[in-house]
């Protein structure tokens, strides 16, 4: 019998090993540094007594209960009368503490295997995120400093707009009549005055004998007119150095190229005017006149003629172009 007792000692030994190596592995936990404190536990089987009761309680508004709880009973704790702590009573209620023990393994067995590198995983997501933080709220002040940059410039922007458009539309009124005559009007009215940035512009012209009415239902001539106004209207307000007309003259009469040209000697002291044209009284107003001659058939060349009474060229390259006539 003293046999069998030391060899299932010994058996008893290897599973307690077994068991202790388990724990260690699995939940991290020293079994040799472990000081049990029955106090403690009676604390903590009383509060998850008091769990299950407050669960089983929640439960009976919905369902009825047909089979009573295992460990129930509150035989295994009583309570001091004279310190009010917890007394242990004779045999602990070892059902319950097998049904919370299982009740835990299967949480713990739920959670899956422990994570070794989460903590560094942690550090490494946490540096991240401030990174990132970080970058969001510099985005975010700079997407706020250029709303407040962008308000300011349309602020500014539909001011000067505003001015310029003023200052435009009256200067297309005034030239509009010195071309057309006393009788004639014109005026430009904004598509949408909410968003004078965007909105679009209608020409409204009026020659003389002829209704109110879009740009789009005048002829070549007058179109080419109301143009010309619109163009020497803006000239009033900014200047430029450099002017390219090409062809502008091309639809109009005899009567209108004299007003034409006319008011193009109104802002040759501020512009240099480029002009492409065909007509004869265009080129006779002219200061300086560039074409392309062919004195050889076949071999062409360009040939500039001064047409002014200055004998210093007004472009150096006039002598090498050609032949100059007063």
Same mark, same amino acid.
Do not use: C, Y
């Given at each position: 019998q003293r046999g069998r007792e030391e060899v299932r000692t010994t058996q008893l030994d290897l599973r307690v090993e077994s068991i202790t190596a388990s724990i260690t592995e699995r939940y991290q936990v020293e079994?040799?540094?472990? +000081?049990?404190? &029955?106090? @403690?536990?009676?604390?903590?089987?009383? /509060? @998850?007594k008091a769990r299950n009761r407050r669960s089983r309680s929640n439960k009976?508004? *919905?369902?009825?209960?047909?089979?009573?709880? %295992?460990?129930? /009973? #509150?035989? #295994? %704790?009583?309570? #001091?009368?004279?310190?009010?702590?917890?007394? *242990? &009573?004779?045999?602990? #209620?070892? $059902?319950?503490?097998?049904? /919370?023990?299982?009740? !835990?393994? +299967?949480?713990?067995? /739920? !959670? $899956?295997?422990?994570?070794?590198?989460?903590? @560094?995983e942690f550090e490494e997501t946490e540096e991240r995120l401030q990174f990132l933080t970080e970058q969001h709220a510099d985005l975010t002040n700079s997407k706020e400093e250029l709303l407040r940059v962008l308000a300011k410039i349309n602020t500014e922007s539909r001011k000067q707009f505003a001015e310029t458009f003023i200052k435009v539309r009256d200067n297309f009124k005034m030239m509009f009549r010195e071309l057309f005559g006393e009788s004639a009007k014109a005026d430009l009215i904004l598509l949408d005055e909410d968003d004078p940035l965007e909105s679009g512009i209608d020409i409204i012209a009026k020659p003389p004998g002829k209704k109110l009415q879009t740009i789009s239902l005048l002829s070549g001539g007058e179109r080419s007119m109301t143009a010309v106004a619109l163009l020497f209207a803006i000239y009033m307000v900014k200047p430029s150095p450099f002017c390219v007309l090409d062809e502008l003259d091309a639809p109009l009469d005899e009567a209108n190229i004299a007003r034409f040209v006319k008011m193009l000697d109104r802002f040759i002291t501020q512009s240099q005017f480029v002009i492409i044209t065909h007509s004869k009284r265009t080129m006779n107003r002219a200061d300086v006149m560039y074409g392309v001659t062919m004195q050889e058939f076949g071999v062409s060349k360009p040939v500039g003629m001064k047409l002014t @009474?200055?004998?210093?060229?007004?472009?150096?390259?006039?002598?090498?172009?050609?032949?100059? $006539?007063?």
């Open positions: 079994i040799e540094n472990f +000081r049990p404190d &029955a106090h @403690q536990l009676l604390l903590a089987l009383e /509060s @998850q009976i508004e *919905e369902t009825v209960v047909t089979e009573a709880p %295992v460990g129930d /009973s #509150d035989a #295994d %704790v009583e309570v #001091d009368p004279e310190t009010g702590e917890f007394v *242990e &009573a004779a045999e602990p #209620d070892w $059902g319950f503490i097998e049904a /919370s023990v299982k009740e !835990m393994r +299967r949480k713990l067995d /739920s !959670m $899956g295997p422990v994570n070794l590198d989460a903590i @560094q @009474q200055d004998d210093k060229p007004t472009n150096p390259e006039l002598a090498e172009l050609g032949p100059a $006539g007063h």
